[in-house]
């Protein structure tokens, strides 16, 4: 490689390492750190409760009772209001449930946005 070429490759390396490091780091400590400052409110969720009400009214309202308006539904399966209030209750817990479906609970084919979505309807329901 003739020299001139090599400085200059070598020039327009410094200059962007120069340009682009500080926002790779600003970009590393935001990946890096993000995802603990959420982890610290785990009752909050991280989903649209608003969202996971429509949600849970399309796919769980034939067998729970998700609203309070709402006057049918499945034997045994528990009202959204009773899940929410039961010990040691937590959004993670109901997306855990939705994500591992037991015996009694249809499979139900949703993203994993939209069971936090519904986990986060479930839990503003807790008093």
């Known amino acids: 490689m ?23 780091a600003a970009l590393a400590a ?3 750190f993000t995802p603990a400052g959420f982890a610290m409110d785990k009752e909050a969720g991280y989903g ?8 849970a009214i399309r796919w769980c309202s034939s067998c ?9 539904a ?5 009202p ?8 040691n209750f937590n959004s993670d ?8 479906p037991h015996p009694n609970m249809a499979k139900l084919a949703l993203s994993r946005a939209a069971i936090d979505d519904i986990a986060a ?4 329901l807790k008093k």
């Open 121 to 124: 309807y479930i839990t503003s």
């Open 80 to 87: 959204f209001a009773t899940i929410a209030q039961s010990p």
């Open 30 to 32: 935001w990946l890096l």
């Open 2 to 24: 003739p020299k001139i070429a090599y400085e200059w490759s070598g020039i327009r390396k410094s200059l962007v390492m120069k340009t682009f490091k500080p926002a790779l």
């Open 74 to 78: 499945k034997a045994g399966a528990p």
């Open 48 to 55: 649209d409760a608003a969202y996971g009400r429509g949600l």
């Open 64 to 72: 729970h009772l998700v609203t309070a308006d709402q006057q049918r």
């Open 93 to 100: 817990r109901v997306a855990r449930l939705m994500l591992s």
